[in-house]
Structures are given as C-alpha cells and as structure tokens.
C-alpha cells in the first residue's frame, strides 16, 4: 500500500511540476525562428522520448537481475515499467507526427529514431500480451524476462539497420561530443521537462509496482 | 561440448522422423508457401509494376511466413502426450534441446526454400542462376537469424492462450531487422551490383545469427524448466 501512497504522491507533485514547464515553455522562454511556436512541442515530445527508453532499459536490466537473483520483486517492476513506457511512448509517437506535420511537411517518415521507437511500443506491446497470455505467475514472470532481454538485445541491431536510411530528423543537439547547440533559456526549459518527466515516471512505476503487489498478495503463486 | 552435439543430433533425428513419417506439417508449409508466392504474384498491378522491381520483397515476405508457420508446429507436437516432459526428463542439457530443435527447424525451413525458389524463379521471371551463390548465403544467413529467435519464442509461446496468434506478434519486431538487410541484398544481387556492395549487409545478418543463436542457448533452459 506504502508505494501506493507515495507513488501518487510524486505522481501529483510532477504533475503539478509538468504544469509549470508549460507555463515556462510557452510564456518565459524565447520563440525559435524558423519553426515559430509548433517547435514548443519539442518540450514534451523530447522528454517523452527519453522516459520511453528508461522504461525498456530498465525492464531490460530487471529482466536479467530477475534471472540471476529470481526476486518476484524485479518481474513486478519490469512489469510496471513496461505499462508505464508504453504510456510515454504512445505520448512520443503522437507528438512526433503533430510536430513533423507542419515543420516536415508528412506526418511520418522511415527515419532511425521513429522506426526504433515504433520498435520500442511494438516491443512493448508484445511484453504486455505475453504476460497477459500466461496464467501460471512463475512462467509468466521468467517467459517476460527472457522476452525483455531479447528486446534490449535487439535495440541496437535497430538502430543499426536503420541508421543509414535518409533522414528528416533533426541530428543530436544536447547529448553530442561537442557543447550543446541549444540556447541557453530553451535548455534550461527541456533539462526542467526530462526532470519532471523522470518524475513522472518514478511515481507512476510506483503507483504500478504497488498495485502489483497487491496483486500478488491475493494470487496464490506458483513456482 | 561433444555431449551437447551429439544429444542435440538425437533431438534433430527425432523431430525429422516425426515430419518424415506424417509430412502434413511439411506439405501444408509448402503448399502455403506456394500460395503466399500466388498472391503476391496478383496483388499488383502487372502493367504498373514490373516483377523484377517487386521480386526481393515477394521472395523475403515469403519466406518470413513460411519460417512463421514452421516454428508454429516445432514445440506444438512435444505438447501431445506430454512428450516435452519425457524429453526434459532425459539426461541431455536443456542447451543441446534447443540447438536440436534448431536443427530440425533449420533443416524444415530450408528444405521448404529449396522448393520454392525455383518456383519464385519461375512465377517472377527472375534469372537467380547468375547469383545464386552469394543469394544462398543471404538465405542461410538471415533464415538462422529468423529461427534461432522463433525457436525460442514458439518454446514459450505454446504454453500460453492464444498461442498461434502470439508466435507472429512477439516474433515480427525480432524477423524486421534480418528482413531489412535481405531485402537490402537480394536487391543488390539482382540489380547486378558486385558483391562489394552488400558485404556490411551479410556481416549485420552474421553478427545477428551469432548474437541470437547464443544468447537463445542461454535462455532457452530458463523458458523449460519447472
């Protein structure tokens, strides 16, 4: 019940933070040139993003201390964190489109990180259907792990095939080997919104995890 | 390791007599196979679109199926019986299980292919005589990668509801990137492009097959044991 009550509380708290990134989006940082106002998207659509690939990194590296410790408590948040990123990467694919519209002009393109992040939601389809599909819960939690892992070992053959596909998609601006290319005021803006979207996610895995184990408190567990 | 060979040998003999003896499997396969090359053949327009500009996608598409619908049946007949449990009961790794299903799943899918490339030859017009060397090794090569991970999944997969519908859902994502780069190559190959050209292709598709095949005969005791 404890995560519960917590999670919701960070939950609330980085809801009540995710509003204020807006208001500081749209109103106190300055409006990019080119783009006009369709670029404040970036400040969602990025820190979507990134919590999308947390999530199956985590489920990935709880998958493999699932197998190696055979903890129930590691399945419960490879679980919870697979809902979760499916949640942020339904909130990324839908964004993308809105932004690559306008500025684009097509909803949608083959390029390496839109065909890795649709991966990255079929992939977390799949995990959730699975364990959906298993009833017995020890099965269950040990097919989820060898899945997962399977999925984190198949992201970078991804990526590889298709990163020499033409591209639309703008090329890194922070996380590069030289300074970051962003503004001062717009950096500050995302850095605060991959913050607030961290939150967000620790507090909805929480809420998940909780009710996970409540969960399993009323299934009777089979080896 | 020569235990692990020779148990997985054992498992492979054993699963080829079991299609040896009934052949439904196989023939269905086979036949699908056929028809799957049929209705590409009419889902375009003939006078828009010249075979040749179709033919790698047909013949890749075709082949994806046709691995699908084999790896249905690779653990589906251990379930009858609970042969499974008998073969888990035997004093051979869990490791050398695998390897021999792959075996068989190999031999099964391959033989399936032997059939209907000339046929594909025949149907598209395509003259694969020329290049047939480097397009079977694109074939060998992505058809591991497609069963090494199909094996494994279609081990879980049988367990569960649903199981004919999960094997594809779980299993496309892991076939798109060997799809991808034997599409990239069979391409090439057809276009009469030297085989230069597809060589970083050929080594994706093998650093694939061994990333899979080993990291399958590490996971796979984890998917069988009780």
Avoid at chain 2, 64 to 70: N, S
Wanted: aromatic share 12%; hydrophobic share 60%.
């Amino acid at each position: 019940m404890n995560h519960i009550r917590v999670g919701r509380w960070i939950s609330g708290g980085a809801l009540v933070l995710l509003a204020g990134v807006y208001v500081r989006a749209l109103a106190f940082t300055p409006v990019e040139r080119s783009q006009g106002l369709a670029q404040k998207i970036f400040y969602v659509h990025v820190p979507a993003a990134w919590a999308t690939m947390l999530a199956m990194g985590l489920v990935g590296v709880a998958s493999i201390l699932f197998l190696m410790l055979k903890d129930d408590r590691f399945d419960r948040f490879a679980a919870s964190s697979a809902e979760v990123g499916t949640a942020f990467s339904l909130v990324m694919l839908t964004t993308g489109p809105m932004w690559g519209k306008p500025i684009w002009g097509t909803w949608w393109t083959w390029d390496a990180r839109l065909t890795l992040t649709l991966f990255l939601f079929f992939l977390f389809i799949g995990y959730l259907l699975l364990r959906s599909a298993v009833t017995d819960a020890g099965l269950r939690a040990r097919y989820s792990a060898v899945l997962g892992i399977c999925g984190l070992v198949l992201l970078p053959f991804i990526h590889l095939s298709v990163y020499f596909f033409r591209t639309l998609h703008p090329q890194p601006i922070v996380l590069k080997p030289s300074a970051p290319s962003l503004p001062g005021p717009m950096l500050v803006t995302l850095l605060c919104s991959v913050t607030v979207f961290t939150l967000l996610y620790v507090g909805f895995v929480m809420q998940r995890y909780g009710i996970a184990v409540v969960r399993d408190e009323s299934e009777p567990h089979h080896g | 390791m020569r235990d692990t060979l020779r148990a997985a040998w054992l498992v492979l003999r054993k699963d080829l007599m079991l299609e040896w003896r009934a052949r439904t499997a196989f023939l269905s396969t086979l036949v699908f196979t056929v028809l799957v090359l049929l209705v590409f053949n009419f889902g375009r327009d003939p006078t828009a679109i010249g075979p040749l500009d179709l033919a790698p996608s047909v013949l890749w598409v075709t082949f994806t199926f046709a691995a699908m619908l084999a790896l249905n049946r690779a653990f589906q007949l251990e379930l009858e019986n609970q042969a499974l449990d008998g073969l888990l009961l035997a004093p051979v790794s869990r490791s050398s299980i695998y390897l021999g299903k792959l075996g068989a799943n190999l031999a099964f899918v391959a033989v399936v292919q032997a059939i209907a490339l000339p046929l594909f030859a025949l149907f598209f017009n395509v003259d694969v005589v020329p290049v047939l060397g480097p397009l079977l090794a694109v074939m060998v090569l992505a058809t591991v990668g497609f069963v090494a991970v199909g094996t494994l999944f279609s081990a879980m997969v049988i367990r569960t509801r649903f199981a004919e519908l999960l094997l594809p859902v779980l299993l496309l994502p892991f076939l798109i990137p060997p799809l991808i780069w034997a599409v990239m190559t069979t391409a090439k190959l057809f276009a009469g492009r030297p085989l230069s050209e597809v060589a970083g292709w050929l080594r994706l598709l093998a650093a694939y097959d061994i990333v899979f095949v080993a990291l399958a005969t590490v996971l796979f005791p984890v998917t069988v044991s009780e």
